[in-house]
């Protein structure tokens, strides 16, 4: 299996890369730090991959000593999954969040509704990550498994 993970917080791309490595050890994972590098290599490799990891808020380019990511995206993740709709891509996603809500205040459960009615050809379902407890990891483990099969 060849996963896309696209995730700007580098802790927690780390986090979920260990779980999934352990848990599927035949997959590949490429990582992307930001909306434009995301986008590009789900557009340009989409029929490379089985399943697209996807933050919802993230920088629009990679953060680097010389960058400062740009604008911030609140809702980068539900951008990314309209132009894959546009575009014909049919790559399952799989939201990884850490957040409740988001800057324009719509909560995890509203969005998880609305992703589910806009783009339900690609859109599997979220997974609330957190640091503190590992519910998250049975959530994405039942998730990739369902894609699986």
Same mark, same amino acid.
Request: no cysteine; aromatic share 10%; hydrophobic share 35%.
């Given at each position: 299996?060849?996963?896309?993970? *696209?995730?700007?917080? @580098?802790?927690?791309?780390?986090?979920?890369?260990?779980? *999934?490595?352990?848990?599927? #050890?035949?997959?590949?994972?490429?990582?992307?730090?930001?909306? =434009? +590098?995301?986008?590009?290599?789900?557009?340009?490799?989409?029929? +490379?991959?089985?399943?697209?990891?996807?933050?919802? +808020?993230? #920088?629009?380019?990679? =953060?680097?000593?010389?960058? +400062?990511?740009?604008?911030?995206? @609140?809702?980068?993740?539900?951008? *990314?999954?309209?132009?894959?709709?546009?575009?014909?891509? @049919?790559?399952?996603?799989?939201?990884?969040?850490?957040?409740?809500?988001?800057?324009?205040?719509?909560?995890?459960?509203?969005?998880?509704?609305?992703?589910?009615?806009?783009? @339900?050809?690609?859109?599997?379902?979220?997974?609330?990550?957190?640091?503190?407890?590992?519910?998250?990891?049975?959530?994405?483990?039942?998730?990739?498994?369902?894609?699986?099969?």
């Amino acid at each position: 299996m060849k996963i896309i993970f *696209i995730e700007d917080h @580098p802790l927690k791309q780390a986090q979920i890369n260990k779980f *999934i490595i352990e848990k599927f #050890p035949e997959t590949s994972l490429v990582n992307k730090n930001s909306y =434009i +590098s995301g986008l590009k290599e789900l557009i340009q490799n989409y029929e +490379s991959y089985d399943v697209l990891l996807l933050d919802i +808020s993230m #920088p629009n380019y990679d =953060i680097s000593s010389e960058d +400062s990511g740009g604008d911030w995206m @609140p809702l980068a993740g539900k951008k *990314i999954l309209k132009e894959m709709y546009l575009r014909d891509i @049919p790559t399952k996603a799989i939201v990884v969040t850490m957040h409740g809500s988001f800057d324009d205040g719509t909560r995890i459960t509203e969005l998880d509704t609305n992703l589910k009615k806009e783009f @339900p050809e690609n859109y599997l379902g979220y997974v609330f990550y957190s640091q503190i407890n590992d519910e998250w990891k049975n959530k994405l483990e039942q998730l990739i498994n369902d894609l699986r099969k």
